[in-house]
């Protein structure tokens, strides 16, 4: 796992929510984006904020898990 802030190439990156993300506000929501080796995750109601990356072949293997255990609930 990378821990990275927000400036920088943040600007560069395309970001998108969730299809799950249903608040009212619809700012209840991690956002991710990805680039060629890493899949950034941040706050979006905290766009200036830390952000998380993550290897594409790490992230990979996090949504397969998630998605399984979505599965079972």
């Known amino acids: 796992m990378i821990h990275k802030n927000s400036a920088g190439q943040s600007s560069e990156l395309e970001w998108f929510k969730s299809s799950f993300s ?27 904020g ?6 594409s072949a ?8 998630a998605s399984e255990g979505w599965q079972e609930g």
Do not use: I, M
């Not at 830390?50 to 290897?55: C, D, E, I, V």
């Open 22 to 48: 249903d608040s009212s506000d619809g700012n209840d929501c991690v956002e991710v984006a990805t680039a060629a080796d890493t899949v950034h995750v941040r706050d979006s109601k905290a766009l200036p």
């Open 50 to 55: 830390p952000r998380l990356g993550f290897a």
């Open 58 to 65: 790490t992230w990979e293997a996090f949504v397969t898990y």
